[in-house]
């Protein structure tokens, strides 16, 4: 039988010799799961806080904030965040509005550029003023559209047990002053939700 031939010997390369190799680069999936957790850390956070100043409104007022402040002839003219500032230690802010005027008053569109970063949801590509996070609106919900204030007593399910606020992706975001809110009466109740 014939053996191969021997391969030569080469005498081992130099350092400098040695071709550069890249380092290996994390995969975008890490990234964008790493990325995720801390967006989704943050936006537990911001709900969570959102949650507690709802909670202490409805503590202070006896019922939680309507969707919407309302003029003297019920027209929507504020959105609940901007109601619930005061308990969000955002007092001046809230002191700066006139509640009397719309959302998109001379007045009341220069304050949008201040919305607080509790309303930036983290990893949104929107522009400044624009928040995700909505109320979830009914005539039955915890922060209603319809003419009657829900007190604590109105949410049958328990309040552990009752959707108030949701992320929505950006299709779905509005200006924080603005009345607008995720409607819930709709058949896929999970179109436009965030993460």
């Given at each position: 039988e014939s053996q191969p031939?021997?391969?030569?010997?080469?005498?081992?390369?130099?350092?400098?010799?040695?071709?550069?190799?890249?380092?290996?680069?994390?995969?975008?999936n890490v990234i964008n799961s790493v990325r995720?957790?801390?967006?989704?850390?943050?936006?537990?956070k911001n709900l969570r806080q959102i949650g507690v100043a709802i909670v202490n409104y409805e503590s202070t007022r006896g019922r939680y904030p309507a969707a919407a402040i309302l003029s003297r002839d019920k027209k929507p003219l504020l959105s609940w965040r901007v109601a619930i500032l005061p308990m969000l230690d955002e007092q001046g802010l809230h002191r700066q509005f006139k509640l009397d005027q719309p959302w998109d008053s001379e007045h009341n569109r220069k304050l949008i550029e201040r919305m607080p970063s509790i309303f930036q949801s983290p990893g949104s590509d929107l522009d400044d003023g624009y928040t995700n996070y909505q109320a979830v609106v009914a005539p039955s919900t915890v922060i209603s559209n319809g003419r009657k204030a829900?007190?604590?007593?109105?949410?049958?399910?328990?309040?552990?047990?009752?959707?108030?606020i949701v992320e929505t992706d950006d299709t779905y975001a509005s200006i924080w002053t603005k009345p607008d809110d995720y409607d819930a009466e709709h058949e896929d109740p999970l179109r436009g939700l965030g993460s």
């Amino acid at each position: 039988e014939s053996q191969p031939p021997a391969k030569e010997s080469q005498p081992p390369a130099k350092e400098s010799d040695a071709p550069t190799v890249p380092s290996k680069r994390v995969s975008n999936n890490v990234i964008n799961s790493v990325r995720g957790a801390v967006y989704r850390d943050q936006t537990m956070k911001n709900l969570r806080q959102i949650g507690v100043a709802i909670v202490n409104y409805e503590s202070t007022r006896g019922r939680y904030p309507a969707a919407a402040i309302l003029s003297r002839d019920k027209k929507p003219l504020l959105s609940w965040r901007v109601a619930i500032l005061p308990m969000l230690d955002e007092q001046g802010l809230h002191r700066q509005f006139k509640l009397d005027q719309p959302w998109d008053s001379e007045h009341n569109r220069k304050l949008i550029e201040r919305m607080p970063s509790i309303f930036q949801s983290p990893g949104s590509d929107l522009d400044d003023g624009y928040t995700n996070y909505q109320a979830v609106v009914a005539p039955s919900t915890v922060i209603s559209n319809g003419r009657k204030a829900t007190r604590i007593r109105d949410v049958r399910d328990g309040t552990s047990k009752t959707v108030m606020i949701v992320e929505t992706d950006d299709t779905y975001a509005s200006i924080w002053t603005k009345p607008d809110d995720y409607d819930a009466e709709h058949e896929d109740p999970l179109r436009g939700l965030g993460s």
